[in-house]
Nanobody
Framework: QVQLVESGGGLVQAGGSLRLSCAAS????????MGWYRQAPGKPRDRVAT???????NYVDSVKGRFTISRDNANNRVYLQMNSLNVEDTAVYYC?????????WGQGTQVTVYS
């Protein structure tokens, strides 16, 4: 059974940093484009950052220069380094794996930023 498991969320003061990790089982992440999404209460789930199978990255404007997505294919993991966090970054963060044949989601990890 395919599983994406996020970790690394938590409570952090504004200006602080967190590093999210997404570990995959039963799939080989190197064959998937990967993404991080987030969903704040009462809002839709929005894309935060993506990384292609060849390492091309893309970010939503609000996180450019603060967040970095990376992948470790050898360990079947994807990361999201989040710096200079602000209260607007508070949300549940989801890991996503997709290719033309399948899409998978993790269960999410809560990130709460307080001022």
């Amino acid at each position: 059974q395919v599983q994406l498991v996020e970790s690394g969320g938590g409570l952090v003061q504004a200006g602080g940093s967190l590093r999210l990790s997404c570990a995959a089982s039963a799939i080989t992440l190197s064959t998937y484009n990967m993404g991080w999404y987030r969903q704040a209460p009462g809002k839709p789930r929005d894309r935060v950052a993506t990384i292609s199978t060849i390492g091309s990255t893309n970010y939503v404007d609000s996180v450019k220069g603060r967040f970095t997505i990376s992948r470790d294919n050898a360990n079947n993991r994807v990361y999201l380094q989040m710096n200079s966090l602000n209260v607007e970054d508070t949300a549940v963060y989801y890991c996503n794996a997709y290719n033309p044949y399948a899409t998978y989601w993790g269960q999410g990890t809560q990130v709460t930023v307080y001022s």
